[in-house]
Nanobody, 127 residues
């Protein structure tokens, strides 16, 4: 059974920072691209960031570029999302996802390319 467990969410003031972690029980974690998505109330789940298997390629949604950083530690089966300069519009449930994604970049912004999902962690940014 595959488990992805997010942690690190919480309440933070605008301008603050949080680090989200996603611990994976995936066999051969280093074989999977990992992504972060978020879903705000009343909105569809949206792509935030992704990282390829060895961490050499990353990609960000425009609305987080320059503020968020994705990274991974394959020895710890964990992917991270460092979130700085948080805005109230960043309030959402953040979920990590894993997928066996090939191709030149080895990652994807598409939800349906990811096979495994965590339950999510709530991030609330207050003004």
């Amino acid at each position: 059974q595959v488990h992805l467990v997010e942690s690190g969410g919480g309440l933070v003031q605008a301008g603050g920072s949080l680090i989200l972690s996603c611990a994976a029980s995936l066999l051969s974690f280093s074989s999977y691209a990992m992504g972060w998505f978020r879903q705000a109330p009343g909105k569809e789940r949206a792509f935030v960031s992704a990282i390829n298997r060895n961490g050499g390629n990353t990609y960000y949604a425009d609305f987080v570029k320059g503020r968020f950083t994705i990274s991974r530690d394959n020895a710890k089966n964990t992917v991270y999302l460092q979130m700085n300069s948080l805005k109230t519009e960043d309030t959402a449930v953040y979920s990590c996802a894993g997928g066996s994604i090939l191709g030149p970049l080895g990652l994807s912004t598409a939800r349906d390319r990811y096979n495994y999902w965590g339950q999510g962690t709530q991030v609330t940014v207050s003004s």
